[in-house]
């Protein structure tokens, strides 16, 4: 676990009840209600994702301080292209400003940074940003911090699907495809699948995130809008998440 940074700050009483024990080594985060955060302020949309940010930091430091090996946020889905071209360019430029503001951090921290996604997609600027992240993280050995962008869980596996073709045409695959076949082939393959799958704002939906990794994932919906989540709403999935039973399609003992 993590050691709490400020001075003459003290533990949550929820991150005590943690057994350690059982941590999940990946939690995915759909972060959902930056809009209707904004809306209940009056507040235009934009504002909404600028207060999301400090969610990001909440849940970076919560799995830090669980003990959490990788974090998953899905940031940027392929179906928010069809937003207003402004709220396009905000959220990156919202995201620029994260990555220079806490690169340092980033690196201090021993976080490794990744990503998943049709990154090709992104603004020439932001891609720039986020490969020099990565680059400078690469070996790093703490959280591994990742951010879908341009992601689609269909859209993934499509592309799997393409690369396993391609190199049937090319005559260098001639193997039966299994499941091991097409996990070669996703964004991330060394990524384990997510244990647990937390969303926010209290919709039950998947919303096109890790289709083929979360087949035997917990999932808990939490109420709370993603601008207002802070590290307690994580100790609590993890609580619930402990209470579970995971049995992979198999039965009780």
């Known amino acids: 676990m993590k050691k709490l940074k400020q001075e003459g700050k003290t533990e949550h009483p929820l991150l005590k009840l943690i057994d350690q024990k059982k941590i999940p080594a990946h939690v995915a985060i759909i972060m959902d209600g930056n809009g209707r955060w904004a809306k209940s302020r009056g507040l235009e949309r934009i504002e909404g994702h600028r207060a999301g940010i400090e969610g990001v930091k909440a849940a970076v430091e919560a799995a830090q301080e669980t003990g959490v090996r990788y974090l998953t946020l899905y940031a940027f889905s392929v179906e928010n292209w069809k937003r207003p071209e402004s709220e396009v360019k905000e959220l990156f430029n919202l995201l620029d400003h994260y ?3 806490e690169k340092n951090r980033i690196e201090e921290e021993q976080i490794r ?49 393409s690369k396993i073709v391609d190199k049937a045409k090319m005559g260098e695959f001639n193997s039966e495809v299994t499941e091991k076949t097409v996990q070669k082939y996703l964004y991330a393959p060394d990524l384990p699948d997510p244990d647990l799958l937390i969303r926010t704002s209290g919709e039950y939906r998947i919303s096109n995130f890790l289709l083929w990794q979360i087949a035997y994932t917990e999932i808990i919906i939490l109420d709370v809008l993603w601008p207002d989540f802070r590290q307690e709403h994580f100790y609590e999935a993890l609580l619930d998440y402990q209470r579970r039973e995971r049995r992979y399609g198999g039965v009780s003992e």
């Open 99 to 101: 990555l220079e503001k």
């Open 113 to 161: 940074f990744r990503t998943i996604g049709r990154l090709t997609d992104l603004p020439q600027k932001t891609r720039k940003n986020l490969e020099e992240v990565q680059e400078r993280t690469i070996n790093h050995k703490g959280l591994t911090l990742t951010f879908a962008l341009s992601y689609g869980g269909r859209a993934e596996i499509c592309d799997a699907i």
